[in-house]
Every structure is written in structure tokens, then in C-alpha cells.
């Protein structure tokens, strides 16, 4: 299944991840992938936002931080992998604990790991079209269940 829709503004990027929000069932992996600026981020905040996990204005890049963990009902982790080299690094992020938890995870550059990760519930990609619009295309796995949570050790 693939869905896409472009957005003309931040606001749009915001709701369209709180539309979003309504299909992701912990467990749920899902990829950010576009360039840098792209809105890998506002949609995060969106989709944070639509799961009850937190509020927009509480959800920042993980930029620095790597991961960032969100609510407790439904948990979200929102991870960046951009200043990840390898699977060394990769590793010392404890993503396999993170993984097998009842959560969504949202993994910004999680394209360049993905043979490494386990293969993701919904790869999300956005792309610049021009100076405030996005295009946002979202691919849903064939069977989001099957998931293999353990893939990683
Ligand atoms: N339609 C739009 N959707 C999302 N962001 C937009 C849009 N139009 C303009 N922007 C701007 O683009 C920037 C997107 O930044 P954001 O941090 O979400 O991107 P990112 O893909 O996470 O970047 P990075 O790779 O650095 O993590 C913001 O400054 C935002 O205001
Ligand atoms: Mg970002």
C-alpha cells in the first residue's frame, strides 16, 4: 500500500504525521527518509502528537541525542541515525531492547541501515518540491505483522 500527499507548509507536515498517527500500532517501526530539512522531524512531531505520547512543542530533533522517548500509554521513541557511521555505533544505541518493546519507533535515516534493521512497518519518504512543499510518500509493509522483532541479534 502506498500513499502520498504534498504538503505546502510546516502546519500541513504537522497534521498529516497526526493523521498518521492512527495507523501506527505498537509494535511499529517506521523509516524517515529525505535530505536534510526535508520534515523527517515536523512529521515526527505530528505523529508524537497523534499518539497522545506528547505535545508538539515538547518534541525536538534527536539530532545530538540520538534518542529521544515519548509517553506511556502508547510509547514512542523517535530516533536520528544521521550522525551514525556504522554498525558499531549503530550498536551502542541499544535499539534491540528498544525494538522488542511494545512502541512505535520512528528512525530518521533509517534507510541507510536498512540492512541491518529489521525491515520496517512503514517507510516514509519526503522530498523537497519546493521552498515550503513536501511530498510525502508512505509505503505500509505487506504484512506490518510479520515483523521480525528479534532480526537484530
Ligand atoms: N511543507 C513543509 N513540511 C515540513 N517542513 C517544512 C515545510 N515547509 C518548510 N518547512 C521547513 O523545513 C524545515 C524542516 O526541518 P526538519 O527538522 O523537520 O527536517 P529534517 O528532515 O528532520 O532535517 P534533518 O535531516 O536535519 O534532521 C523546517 O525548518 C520547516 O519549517
Ligand atoms: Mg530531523
Given at each position: 500500500m502506498v500513499s502520498e500527499t504534498v504538503t505546502h507548509s510546516p502546519e500541513q507536515t504537522l497534521a498529516t504525521?497526526?493523521?498518521?498517527?492512527s495507523e501506527f500500532h505498537?509494535?511499529?517501526?517506521?523509516i524517515l527518509e529525505g535530505e536534510l530539512g526535508s520534515g523527517?522531524?515536523?512529521?515526527a512531531k505530528g505523529i508524537v502528537a497523534g499518539l497522545?505520547?506528547?505535545?508538539?512543542?515538547?518534541?525536538?530533533?534527536?539530532?545530538?541525542t540520538l534518542v529521544h522517548e515519548y509517553g506511556n500509554?502508547?510509547?514512542v521513541y523517535h530516533v536520528d541515525l544521521y550522525r551514525i557511521e556504522d554498525?558499531?555505533?549503530l550498536a551502542t544505541l541499544g535499539l534491540e531492547e528498544i525494538m522488542n518493546e511494545k512502541a512505535v519507533v520512528l528512525v530518521e535515516w533509517g534507510e541507510r541501515f536498512a540492512k541491518i534493521l529489521p525491515v520496517p512497518d512503514f517507510h516514509i519518504k519526503l522530498e523537497h518540491l519546493g521552498l515550503e512543499d513536501r511530498r510525502i510518500t508512505v509505503q505500509a509493509a505487506k504484512s506490518a505483522s510479520s515483523r521480525p522483532v528479534a532480526a537484530l541479534e
Open positions: 504525521g497526526r493523521q498518521l498517527a505498537p509494535p511499529c517501526l517506521v523527517k522531524t515536523t512529521l497522545g505520547a506528547a505535545r508538539e512543542e515538547a518534541v525536538s530533533s534527536p539530532t545530538f500509554a502508547t510509547k554498525a558499531g555505533d
